[in-house]
């Protein structure tokens, strides 16, 4: 399986040439997609499973509208978004993945980390944030840790995102241009434009040590965001084929009496 992630890392470049989703459709599609997401919510309540996905890949990928996508219909009680800022100088001093174990799932939870500890492998690295030495030792220790995690029962996806350079380049534009985007656009991020060869060879030695059988990586197409969402969700949901879980009934008699209409006594009165 590790040839076909390279393959597919290979072969993402130009695949967004093609004809683009429409919204329409990506949101007909999406509806579908949702209903089963929330049938793998209770299969996991029901089971009392934790499922913890990795979503990384390059600036502008599309991370955040993909991890949306998947929990703007869940509990948010069940489901939760991890996006962890810059160590503190406290959390420098520590063993690099204990800042993440603390925000691994419970049962029946579901948890998206929009990057993960594979920051060390990838911006920490290229950026220069990290020794070399701490790279290499990194992805020397993270198969170890992942299959700790795995044989205790967790269930865990990694997903990377793949994004041409042009695609990039436009995406970097509106977010410039567009005031309410222009938060997602920091120093760091247009640093990354001039290093985009090499974030590829550190994706591709990231690969090579952390593509293992009990956690394998799968890389979406995200060049068309929105095909990329669907395809992610698909694989996500097809990760737990057997989740049917019979639906409780609830019951909704009648009110008993003519709706009550709210009344203040006091000087508050809504606005």
């Not at 997609?33 to 913890?52: C, I, P, S």
Request: proline share 6%; glycine share 6%.
């Amino acid at each position: 399986m590790g040839k076909d992630a390279k393959k597919k890392s290979g072969s993402a470049g130009g695949s967004g040439s093609g004809r683009r989703l429409g919204k329409s459709e990506y949101l007909e599609k999406l509806s579908e997609l949702e209903l089963e997401l929330n049938e793998l919510a209770r299969w996991l309540q029901h089971t009392g499973k934790r499922l913890l996905v990795l979503i990384e890949g390059r600036d502008t990928a599309g991370k955040g509208g993909v991890i949306n996508a998947i929990s703007s219909t869940l509990n948010p009680r069940q489901c939760r978004t991890v996006a962890l800022a810059k160590p503190s100088e406290r959390e420098r001093t520590q063993w690099y993945f204990q800042r993440y174990v603390e925000h691994l799932p419970a049962a029946g939870e579901i948890v998206l980390f929009d990057r993960s500890w594979y920051n060390r492998a990838g911006v920490e690295r290229v950026m220069g944030f990290c020794t070399e030495a701490e790279a290499k030792a990194f992805l020397e220790q993270v198969p170890v840790f992942e299959r700790l995690l795995v044989d205790d029962g967790l269930m865990l996806l990694k997903y990377w995102l793949t994004v041409d350079q042009a695609q990039q380049e436009e995406r970097f534009a509106e977010r410039l241009a567009d005031p309410l985007k222009r938060w997602k656009l920091s120093p760091i991020d247009l640093k990354s434009r001039e290093k985009y060869a090499d974030y590829t060879a550190a994706r591709e030695k990231m690969l090579a040590a952390t593509h293992t059988k009990r956690a394998p990586w799968t890389l979406v197409d995200f060049n068309d965001q929105r095909a990329g969402r669907l395809k992610l969700i698909r694989h996500l949901l097809d990760s737990v084929p057997d989740r049917a879980v019979p639906e409780t009934p609830v019951e909704f008699p009648p009110l008993g009496h003519a709706p009550l209409v709210e009344r203040y006594k006091a000087k508050p009165r809504p606005i």
